[in-house]
């Protein structure tokens, strides 16, 4: 099932999500409808919480992405993740987000990370990784912890941004896929 994508300004976008109840059964369905939804709004990946679900679980492909050879088999389910580490060294990257449509800004992440997490057939994993997969990895944490990139961005980067984000708000937006915005009279 392809559910809409929940736009900026909607409050569980800034919720911390909730842990599943380990050995629940209901994150097989849930993460083949992230899958599907992501795929159907072309992302690379996508939180629960933008589906307007309070759950720790997020999902990324970024194999669909063809100019980089070493996302090649980057397709996972976490689930109650938890970063456990994250480098010293930090590097600049554009992001995007599919409930921040067409907004793409510079964020300083750091350049690796250590992460704990359980598939969809709830094996544990503690895992270590580097430039754009943690890059990824980082973005959609963020979303279960209640965190958008444009968090990150300038006092004043924030403010030209505002008008735009009123708009997303208000479903005024271009996109390619079903949403939902919190404003929408
Ligand atoms: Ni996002």
């Known amino acids: 099932m392809v559910y809409p994508i929940v736009m900026y300004g909607d409050p569980v976008l800034r919720k911390k999500a909730q842990d599943f109840k380990e050995g629940s059964e209901e994150v097989k369905q849930l993460s083949e409808d992230m899958f599907e ?10 939180a629960a919480p933008q589906i307007g679900k309070d759950v720790r679980m997020f999902v990324v492909d970024g194999s669909v992405l063809e100019d980089e050879p070493e996302m090649e088999g980057f397709k996972k389910v976490f689930i109650n993740a938890e970063i456990v580490e994250e480098d010293e060294d930090h590097e600049e990257m554009e992001e995007g987000c599919l409930s921040i ?16 997490y359980f598939d ?15 890059r990824i990895i980082q973005h959609e944490y963020d979303h279960i912890e209640g965190v958008l990139f444009i968090d990150y961005l ?7 941004l505002k008008g735009k984000l009123n708009d997303i708000s208000r479903g005024d937006v271009e996109t390619e896929y079903r949403i939902i915005a919190p404003l929408r009279k």
């Open 154 to 160: 300038t006092p004043l980067k924030k403010r030209l």
């Open 37 to 46: 939804t992501m795929y159907a709004a072309q992302g690379i990946g996508l």
């Open 120 to 134: 969809e057939n709830w094996k544990a994993y503690d895992e270590e990784y580097e430039g754009m997969k943690a």
């Open 101 to 116: 449509p067409n907004v793409r800004e510079k964020v300083t992440r750091p350049f690796s990370i250590r992460i704990k």
